[in-house]
């Protein structure tokens, strides 16, 4: 028996050998030489990439990976004996490079050997590309549109967790697949509520058209699917589509607010680490129990060891913060640990290792880690570019602001010393845009209206941070703390040097909204305009606005329309969408 355990630096793709137990080197007489010595190294110097592509080795750790994967398979794809069974006999998961090379007799030749095997997935020339798009887009061109035409190329399978369905597109896309085959399931917020009452709800419309629907016990905030995924081995996620965002499948979203949505293909490790997450939260789900003819599906079991290490890939997820239960009546669930902050402290982490700019447009600013961040990163260097666009919702004035710091002073005079009651009090979603403008931290808010309601809201609902204009973190995490604490949600990092066109992308979105209606109408004429018209619309295309500005069309409009101080229209503004002073 012969015992290695080494670890490596780098290499360009892999990094960071996992911990390895000891290695069986297993010689059969019948087999020949082995053209690779006992120590031979395809990994030289740290670094494997100069005689294999990126596609090559993030595939042949798929295939070594996989758990129907053996000795005889590997000599089937003309991997040498020795290796082979070397490989096998090892019974556990590389995640590097580097780990593969240390079994004995596993050296250049043997990773040539297995290159020559994956190579089928390495030679269509769309390895790990993307599109990226945003919201509002017109019928035809929307990210709706787009996932359409993606469940309608399904031919095998697709894995969805959806906040909201709601668009006609994507219903009739879903029913038309699994009326060809497709197994589809959903795990879809909706559902939580739906199962009390379903005759007649999208759950049942959904399950009625073939679709598997679950639900879990807590809010599931997620906007990802994935389409012709890994259902029986992991080198079928090199061919499945993927994609991700902020924006749920809704005419509203598609059309009037302002989302992203990334499509992916050929990128399985991206593509396993969110079937990995999606397989979790459906073995813990509940059924919606309407259409008894669909049956409950397991898919391939997906361990973190499986997927090959990038260390550039990342992919946070709120599900970190909760740990799995049953209820006796209820079946299986979530259940939150108290202090969980494990994408929060991952996006603090990128606020302070900021060097040169700080770009946030998020629908909500009510973390204070996030807050906190921003105003120290400002305090400490006042010349970081740090700028905030949010959606209108997060204003707050002067006075509301100090009744939110009295409110928490109580609250943790109330706590009397409890640790856990005083985090709580800290974390109870507080608005802070009045503190990031106290503190000269630039800031805009995304303007439509006087007053908010969500009928005729244009929201801001991105929810994406650019660290340096080489970094993007977008996904469906809101930036409070009932998205780290209450909600299933995803952040992923995208990295210039992996996602180019995704981070450039992105950069441009956050310049085009950051001036969003100033190019038409200069606030100060949009302004001047309202100040002497006879008739002021309450609701308008969108502008961005700084606190200052928006303060000030606010007194402008209660100062001209007193009957925005009506009962009236407190109990429904969406029946006064102008005013005649």
Known sequence: MLATCRRFTAIVLLTTAVACGDVVDVHHPSDDPSPDAVDARAVVGGKADHLFSECHLEHLLLLVNDPQTDADLLIDHDVHHRAARNIDAADRSFRTAEALDEVPYVGPVAFQQLAGAVDPYCSQGDWRSTDTLFSPEPPGNSHVDHVARKINGATRSIDMAMYRISDHRVINALGDATARGVHIRLLFDEANGDHLATEGSTSALLEDLGVDVRYINRPMHHKFAIIDGPRDH????????????????????????????????????????????????????????????LDYLESLPIEEEMIPHRPT?????????????????????????????????????????????????????????????????????????????????????????????????????????????????????????????????PLRFKTYAYRWHFTYAEQMHHKYMIIDKTLAATGSYNYSNNAEQNSMENVVLYHRHEYPDVVDNFVKNFRQIWQAGQMDHPPQDWMTHKESAQTIDLVFDPIALTWPQLTEFQDLVESRCPMVHTDEFAADPTEYKYCTP
């Open 234 to 293: 992991l080198l079928q996620a090199s061919d499945a589509r993927f994609f991700s965002g902020s924006a749920n499948m809704a005419y509203a979203a598609a059309s009037i607010y302002d989302e992203n949505t990334v499509f992916h293909r050929r990128d399985p490790s991206l593509v396993l680490t969110f079937q990995r997450q999606f397989n979790h939260l459906w073995e813990h789900s509940r059924n919606l129990e309407w259409n008894d003819g």
């Open 313 to 441: 890939m990342e992919v946070l997820f709120t599900s970190e913060n909760f740990e799995t239960t049953h209820h006796a009546h209820w079946g299986p669930g979530f259940r939150p640990h108290p202090f969980g902050e494990a994408v929060v402290s991952r996006l603090v982490e990128l606020i302070h290792g900021a060097d040169s700019s700080i770009w946030i447009a998020s629908r909500y600013l009510r973390s204070r880690q996030i807050a906190e961040a921003l105003l120290q990163r400002h305090n400490d260097e006042p010349h970081l570019d740090i700028r905030v666009y949010l959606d209108q919702a997060e204003y707050i004035d002067a006075d509301a602001h100090l009744e939110q710091a009295e409110e928490l002073q109580n609250c943790l005079d109330e706590a009397d010393g409890d640790e856990l009651r005083k985090y709580r009090c800290r974390e109870r979603g507080r608005l802070f845009s009045y503190a990031l403008f106290e503190a000269g931290v």
